[in-house]
Structures are given as C-alpha cells and as structure tokens.
C-alpha cells in the first residue's frame, strides 16, 4: 500500500475544499463575438513577416539588426547559422605573423607576456641554429604559448610587440572546446592563422637585419 | 673644503676632481655615457656638457651662431655659450655651474642624444640592454623626438665574435671607448681599439689576437649601450624580470662585492655583476668570478646521500647518529673538519658544536686547492672564507687537511665531521683514508671528493640560497644575501649542523640565524649589510643600501 503523503504546510490541508471565487461569464454578445476578423489581421502580420523574412533570406537581403536598430523589424538573428559581422578592430584570437621566408617575425623580446595584465603568455627564446643569417644577433621564439582561457582579450600584447609580430586580426572567437587543454595556442597553431583575407604576413612590411632587402650589412666576420 | 656651485646648490669637491666626479659623489647626476669613475676621461661623447658661468667681471665665453627665427622665416645672428664637458672640466674654488638649469645644457643633450641615434638601430627588442639601457633612458629624459634624418642609416657589421665571451655590434656602438679603457688601464693588456672616425668608427680586435684577458666581461659591462654582449647571458633572460641581491663572489679569497641577478619566477641566476666597494674591488669583478653565479646551482649535491643512495633528510641524520655512535668515548679520536668554501656562521655551527658537545680538539680545514692569481684582482686562494675559518677555530689552530690524512694513516682518529666537498689533496688518496674511518659525516652544497667520500652527506645550501658572512684575503668581513630559494632538499649548513647536533642527543642553543649570529664571537658575523666596511664609507663610496632591500637590476656603474 502506497504510503501517504505527510502532510506539510506546503501542500493543500486534508478533507477542506477550496474555496474559490465565482466568476461571472460576458454574455455571448456580437462585439464580444468579434473576434475573428482580429484574429485574421494578426494572421495577417505573422505571415507578411514570414514572408518577408523568407525573401530576405533566400536573397540575403537580412538588414543588420543592432546597425539597423532603430529601425522597426526583425531584431535577431539565428545565430549559429548566421553571425553578425564583426566590427574591422574586433580582437578576436592571436596569430603570429610570418616573414617572407615564413619565419615567424617575432624576436622573443617578452614584451607581450611583460605587457600581458592575465600573465597569459609564455615564451622561450632560442637563437638560430649555425649557418642562418639570423644567427648572432637576434633570436626567435622556440616556444610561444598563449592561454586562451586566461586571456582577457584586452590587446595589450598587440600594442607592446615592438615589430608588429602578435595580432588579434584573425576575426576568431574563441570556440568552445570540450577541454582545457585545446584552449592552449601553441606557436606553429598561431603561426598558421591568418588574418581576415588569409594572410599570414604583417600588413606593415619593413625590411629588417638578415633579410635580402636589408642593404649594406657586412658580417663578413661573423663566424660563431 | 672648497665648493663649487651647481645649479644653485653649492657642493664641496677635493683638489683634482672633475665637476662630474664632484656632483656625483654629491649626488648630482649628470648625464653621461663615455665617463666612468674608475677609468680614465675620455670625453668624447659629449653627453655630459654643462654651462659653466664665467667668472665675475669677465665676459662668457661664447659662440656666434645662426637660429632659425620661426617669426621671420629666416636664420638670425645669435650667440651661445661655450658648454664644457663637465667630466673633463676640473672644478675650481667659486665656479657655477648650471646644469638642468639652463636651457643650452638641455639643447646640447638633446642635440648629443640625436647625434648618437642618427645611425643606431633600433634594435631594442632583440638587444639584451634594453631594461638598462642609456640610449633608452636618456632618450626619455632629454630627448623624446623623433629624429630628422630620413636616410638609411650607415651599416656596420653586427654580431662579431670578439673572443670566447664577448659578440660586438658595430651597429649599436657610440664608440665611447669605455671597453678600450677597460683593457687598458684595467686588465692591461690592449687588445681592442678604434678604427676609422665618425660615422664610420668602430670598435676592432687588434689582429691576430681575441678578446681573451680574464676581465673581458667587465668590458661588456661597462659598455652603456648594448654593443658588447656577453655570449653567457645574451638571450637568456630580459632584464625586467630579474631582482638582484647583494652577493660576495665565492670565486677566490677577494671577495668581490656582486650583485646576483636572478629570476624569482623560475629560481634560476642569471648573471653575476660587480658591485663597488673602494676598499675591495672597486668597480670590478673577473671573468671567472662573473661566470661562478652558475655554481649556485651546477654540481650540486641536492638530496642526502646515505653510502652514495639518496635518502630523506631524516634517514641521513639517523644514518648520521649511527656513523658517530661511539663519538664520546674518545673525544679525541673526532676530527673536524671546517670549510674555506662556506660561511662564517657555517663554521661557526660546526665549531661550536665541536668544541662545546663532542669535545673535538683536532680542527683541519677543507678548501679548493691554490690556483693562479694576478696582481689585479684574483688571487691565488681560490675559497671565499679561508680568514674566516681560520678565525673561527683560532683557538685551536686548523691545520691543512694533509695532516688529517696522516693523522688517519696514523689511525689516531675514528670520526670525521666535515663541511665542503673540496679538497685540496688527491681525492683518490682521501677517500681510501677516509674508508678506514669508523664514522664520515659530511655536510656539503656541491658535489666533490669530500661529499664523496662520506658515508653519509647531508646537502647544504650554497651561497647563493642563504645569507652568511665571508672574510676576505684582507680580512674584511663581508655579508652576503640570500637569492635564491633552496633546491632540492637543501638546507643551509649551521641548520643542519645544528639537526645532526640535536639527533645525536645534544640541545644545540641555536635554531634562528639571529640566534646562531648572536652566539657567535663579536665581529665573525657583520650586523650591517654586505660591503658596508668602514674602509668604504672612508674612500668616500656611496653608503650601502639598508639591509635586506632589494635592488633593481641595472647596470648603473659607481656613484664614486
Ligand atoms: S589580449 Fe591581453 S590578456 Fe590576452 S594575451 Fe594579449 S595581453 Fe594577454
Ligand atoms: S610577439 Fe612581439 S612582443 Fe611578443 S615576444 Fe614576439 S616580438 Fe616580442
Ligand atoms: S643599445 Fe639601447 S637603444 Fe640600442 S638597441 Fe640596444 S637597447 Fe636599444
Ligand atoms: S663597444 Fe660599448 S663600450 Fe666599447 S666603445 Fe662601443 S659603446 Fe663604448
Ligand atoms: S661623459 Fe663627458 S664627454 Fe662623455
């Protein structure tokens, strides 16, 4: 035999009824009654907006809804399906430039991981191997490491590299991995991102010690 | 004393200084790149120019120049007065000097500081100065533009091996010839020197030679800028993430005043760099002595070592307790042997337990054995606290660790209890003396014939990980900080000195440093901070810092 329920003060006291409070119903009136040519325009307005939102689809004629926010209309969008553009300057992921020669551009100076306010870059520098002409006088990064969870997208990195080596311009988001693991950006992953046209390269080109363009350096008596 | 005025601010100097030298020890500072004050003046870079006012009654030395008037579109006749170098210009009774006062000082540093950036790269990034930095610092203070020349930069060669520690960039030289200096008047030996003028100058090996005396790495410390750079530290670290503590270089019985660079974050020294003090090594330190800052951490021994297998701090103690289990029967049978290569407060632990527990008599003392020395800075006692030590167990003469092992072969000792791992006599020799012993205790922070041969080596912290005071070759008793945090399973030796005292049954009094340094016989452990010597403060050496305070990692050289 099933149990009973304890009483409490939250359930309803045994053995009285509810007391309720009659309500008186309208007469079946002919204003009353009306109520179907109303029903018929709402139907109305729900389908020109199907419509319209059908054809803006189709013909992706879909108006921004925050630029076009004082306009009236539709104001969302499905989002996974479709993604508002993001503003030119959005800090969206890191990426590592590259040089011609698809070195990375980055001389692992540690401004970026000193400027980093959520300490969330680790870098390592090395110095290039023999017979490079970078050898000697400038190193590279031989581990770059970005936490992206720790990361507070603030850009400071951006603003303290000193030869335009570590970007936000790719126009990423961080996706939402399922481990904490693949949220660490190792440097060849960063090294592959491009900007919002695919490049790879810096939009501000110089030409720096032990690249071709370089002119009049001698390191003839450079030999170590 | 005589004064001279600068700024408005009257200072006294001593007959033969120079305005620079002068303001400097007043605590004045006056830009400059090629003066150093434990060199000779060189006054080519010409940062340091100042307005000096003519004496009264006669006119000022002036120059007749154009200026550019903005208003009338056109250059105007003027005048400017001649400005000195202040670190040429030898001070006389009376003399003003106007130096951050006066609008043509400021102009002729920014005019210098633009000069000296025409053709410098801009290579901060990469150069391991930056973070100490004249170029840098200067152009913040005195300069702030940009400058006017949009042509290429003249190219020099970059990254030339001058020798096995130093790379030299011709790039980044202003040619101040400090490194030139260095080698001259320091190491004696002149291996480097100009060649071709201007824009053009650069710094060159003399041929068929490398840049190899034993103070090579002083000329890159001196070098204002990032031209010269240490082929140990380049690239290693960034300067900003260093601290620095106040060291004493444990390389010979000099005892060098260092500072110890080194990363908190990772624990790890980067570099050793001198440190003045007048009455020791003034503004120097030796390549070798700059290169030891890694002992703090190669070759050390790190975990307890029980017959040469790693134990527990608590296994090795109690394996301790066994080897001297016996020990008081015949004092006389224990040897002590203390260390020229740790503190004064190691030796200390050590002896007063000797002297006041076990009732040892025979003292001996361990070190590294004699090296080469000059007549510069190194000597040829290769151990930082062999005065020290020796001090310590005055009472009861130490005698070379030779002796020991005669004593051993004699068979009239049963028990050692030792501190360091040097020995200065063939290790191969010791340690089959050693094996005939009862009882071999050893407390060490490296690896060596010592630790080797103990059946059980408690390991100590070295120098870099705990404070002590060391005595010099002078007999001058210096402090030294602690850097580093201790590895592995080090702890500092009057600690475990004073562990192996209370396992074998004895209530040592000392558990603190403080404790330890107020046992201790008045002078053998320094109250003040490392370098604060009264011979310092007497040569007129800028008062040393106040205990315990860090000091930012720059490369400032003497405020003599
Ligand atoms: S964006 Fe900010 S928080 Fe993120 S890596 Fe750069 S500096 Fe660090
Ligand atoms: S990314 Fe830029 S700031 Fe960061 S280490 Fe590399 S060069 Fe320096
Ligand atoms: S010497 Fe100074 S200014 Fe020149 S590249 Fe190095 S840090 Fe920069
Ligand atoms: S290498 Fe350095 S110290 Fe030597 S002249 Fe050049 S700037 Fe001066
Ligand atoms: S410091 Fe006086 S000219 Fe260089």
């Known amino acids: 035999m099933a149990r009973a329920t304890p009483s409490n003060t939250w359930t ?111 870098i390592e520098p090395a110095e290039y191997p023999d017979g490079d002409r970078r050898k000697g006088y400038e190193r590279y990064p031989s581990s770059f490491v970005i936490d992206e969870l720790r990361c507070v997208f603030c850009g400071f990195c951006v603003e303290a590299c000193p030869v335009d080596a570590i970007r936000m311009d790719t126009g990423l988001h961080a996706v939402p991995y399922d481990s904490r693991e693949q949220f ?32 009049g350096l001698s390191r003839d008596h450079a030999d170590h | 004393m005589p004064t001279i005025k600068i700024d408005g601010r009257e200072i006294p100097f001593e007959s033969g200084d120079t305005i620079i030298r002068a303001a400097h020890r007043a605590g004045i500072d006056i830009p400059h790149y090629c003066w150093h004050p434990g060199l000779s003046v060189a006054a080519n870079c010409r940062m340091c120019l100042v307005e000096v006012l003519p004496p009264p009654g006669r006119p000022a030395m002036s120059l007749d120049i154009l200026r550019w008037d903005a208003a009338k579109q056109d250059y105007v006749p003027a005048a400017k007065p001649k400005l000195q170098p202040a670190c040429q210009m030898a001070c006389a009774s009376g003399m003003e000097v106007l130096s951050d006062n006066s609008d043509h000082v400021s102009e002729a540093r920014s005019a210098v500081q633009e000069l000296l950036l025409l053709n410098h790269p801009v290579d901060c990034p990469i150069c391991d100065q930056a973070g100490e930095c004249r170029l840098q610092d200067y152009w913040l203070e005195h300069q702030r533009k940009g400058k006017r020349m949009r042509q290429e930069p003249v190219h020099k060669p970059k990254a030339v091996t001058f020798g096995p520690t130093i790379v030299y960039d011709a790039e980044r030289c202003i040619v101040c010839t400090r490194c030139i200096r260095v080698c001259n008047e320091l190491a ?34 001196v070098c204002p800028v990032g031209a010269l750079t240490s082929r140990d530290f380049r690239f290693k670290a960034r300067v900003w993430f260093l601290r620095s503590a106040r060291t004493v270089c444990q390389g010979c019985a000099t005892g060098c005043n260092a500072y110890l660079d080194y990363d908190p974050r990772n624990n790890t020294p980067y570099r050793h760099r001198p440190r003045e003090n007048m009455a020791v090594n003034t503004y120097w330190m030796c390549d070798e002595g700059m290169l030891s800052y890694r002992h703090a951490v190669e070759g050390r021994l790190l975990t307890a070592l029980v017959g040469n297998d790693d134990a527990s ?43 006041t527990y076990l009732g040892a008599t025979d ?22 606290n062999t005065r020290g030590a020796v001090q310590i167990a005055a009472a009861t003469p130490p005698r070379p660790v030779a002796e020991l092992l005669q004593g051993i072969a004699s068979g009239h000792y049963a028990y050692v209890v030792a501190l360091g791992s040097d020995l200065e006599v063939d290790a191969g020799e010791a340690q089959r003396a050693f094996s005939r012993l009862k009882g071999v205790v050893t407390i060490a922070a490296h690896e060596g014939p010592l630790a080797k041969a103990a059946r059980v080596a408690l390991p100590a912290c070295s120098w870099a990980e705990a404070e002590g005071t060391y005595v010099n070759g002078k007999g001058l008793a210096q402090r030294s900080e602690r850097a580093l945090l201790p590895h592995g399973d080090a702890r500092p030796a009057w600690e475990l000195i004073g562990r192996l005292g209370r396992a074998l049954g004895y209530e040592t009094g000392w558990k603190t440093l403080a404790e330890l340094r107020r046992a201790m016989p008045p002078g053998a452990a320094l109250g003040g901070a490392a370098g604060a010597a009264a011979p310092a403060a007497a ?20 405020t003599a």
């Open chain 2, 363 to 384: 003292f001996f003392v361990s070190g590294k054995p004699l090296g080469e020395g000059d007549d510069i800075l190194i000597s040829e006692d290769k151990n930082p």
């Open chain 2, 313 to 355: 701090l608590d296994d090795a103690l109690a394996a301790a307790k066994e080897q001297l289990a016996g020990h008081g029967d015949d004092p006389s049978k224990v040897a002590i042997v203390l260390s020229a290569q740790h503190s004064n407060e190691d030796n200390f632990a050590l002896y007063h337990l000797a002297t």
């Open chain 1, 184 to 215: 660490i950006y190792r440097r060849d992953l960063l090294m592959s991102l491009s900007d919002r046209s695919g490049s790879r390269l810096t939009a501000n080109t110089r030409h720096e010690p032990g690249d071709p363009t370089h002119p």
């Open chain 2, 539 to 558: 040569l007129g050496a800028a008062p040393a810092v106040a205990d315990g305070a860090r000091v930012e990692p720059k490369k400032t050289e003497a």
């Open chain 2, 188 to 221: 004696r030996d002149p291996v480097l020197s100009v060649r071709e003028r201007g824009n053009l100058g650069e710094i060159t090996v003399s041929p068929g030679r490398e840049l190899d005396h034993n103070y090579t790495l002083m000329t890159e410390h």
């Open chain 1, 12 to 122: 309803k006291p045994a053995g009285r009824p509810i007391a309720g409070k009659p309500i008186p119903r309208p007469t079946r009136s002919a204003d009353v009654q009306a109520y179907i040519p109303e029903m018929v325009k709402g139907l109305g307005i729900t389908m020109k907006h199907f419509f319209k939102n059908t054809k803006e689809m189709v013909l992706g004629q879909k108006p921004d809804p925050v630029l076009n926010a004082l306009e009236p209309g539709v104001t969302t969008i499905s989002y996974p399906e479709e993604k508002r553009p993001y503003p030119e300057r959005f800090r969206g992921i890191h990426r590592l430039t590259l040089r011609e020669d698809n070195s990375p551009r980055c001389v692992a100076c540690l401004c970026c991981s000193t400027a980093c306010p959520a300490q969330c870059i680790a």
